[in-house]
């Protein structure tokens, strides 16, 4: 479907909303900036702001939406198995973050983004909230493809562990990123990572590990 000029304008400005939290953000730290100032900077109100944002935590972590709407249309998709469906979302996203890991500065913003969310424990909160409503909507997703209710154990499980995906590849492209700045390459190892765990879920624990 093609996108109206409407949707364009309301994703060009929610980007420039985030665009514009993520260097005040880097800049002063979270406490230090106000959603008015976000306002300012982009000439809207702060009503407008909240409008597409309703907490200044998801202003700051606003990719994390972007995946919660890849995991609902992914896992929907019931001719395609959980596993390679996560790996789909996790490929893509790896893509549009190794293509702007492209120089020394900008590896050092992405390494003082992470740092500065982890010292901020109203981000850390959020975080951590936003990933339980991962595992709630994949949950219901698998549920449905089942007849399962989303509470039942094997629908919990396998949520839990597709999203324990999102962790690998988080802590391998940190790790990777201290050998390494070439996207292709970070893209190459990062993949590899991933696709050893995503492995391990679709063999499972059986025989794992190996004597």
């Given at each position: 479907?093609?996108?109206?000029?409407?949707?364009?304008?309301?994703?060009?400005?929610?980007?420039?909303?985030?665009d514009a939290a993520a260097r005040m953000f880097l800049e002063k730290g979270f406490d230090a900036f106000r959603v008015a100032d976000v306002a300012e900077a982009c000439g809207v109100s702060e009503?407008?702001?909240?409008?597409?944002?309703?907490?200044?935590?998801?202003?700051v972590l606003d990719r994390l939406e972007t995946t919660m709407s890849a995991l609902r249309t992914g896992l929907a998709d019931s001719s395609v198995p959980p596993v390679q469906a996560?790996?789909?979302?996790?490929?893509?996203?790896?893509t549009g973050m190794t293509s702007a890991l492209t120089?020394?500065?900008?590896?050092?913003?992405?390494?003082?983004?992470g740092a500065l969310i982890g010292s901020t424990p109203s981000l850390r909160a959020y975080q951590s909230n936003t990933m339980d409503r991962f595992v709630t909507v994949a949950a219901e997703l698998l549920?449905?493809?089942?007849g399962l209710a989303p509470t039942d154990p094997?629908?919990?499980?396998?949520?839990?562990?597709?999203?324990?995906?999102?962790?690998?590849?988080?802590?391998?492209?940190?790790?990777?990123?201290?050998?390494?700045?070439?996207?292709?390459?970070?893209?190459?190892?990062?993949?590899?990572?991933?696709?050893?765990?995503?492995?391990?879920?679709?063999?499972?624990?059986?025989?794992?590990?190996?004597?």
């Open positions: 479907m093609t996108e109206g000029l409407r949707e364009r304008k309301k994703r060009e400005m929610r980007r420039q909303l985030s009503k407008t702001v909240f409008n597409y944002f309703p907490t200044k935590e998801s202003l996560a790996l789909r979302i996790l490929a893509e996203e790896l120089d020394p500065e900008a590896i050092a913003g992405h390494r003082r983004f549920a449905a493809r089942t094997e629908p919990t499980i396998a949520a839990t562990a597709l999203l324990g995906l999102w962790r690998v590849q988080y802590q391998s492209l940190h790790r990777h990123l201290t050998t390494t700045s070439d996207p292709v390459t970070l893209q190459t190892e990062v993949t590899a990572d991933v696709h050893r765990a995503a492995h391990l879920l679709e063999t499972g624990l059986t025989h794992w590990p190996s004597p």
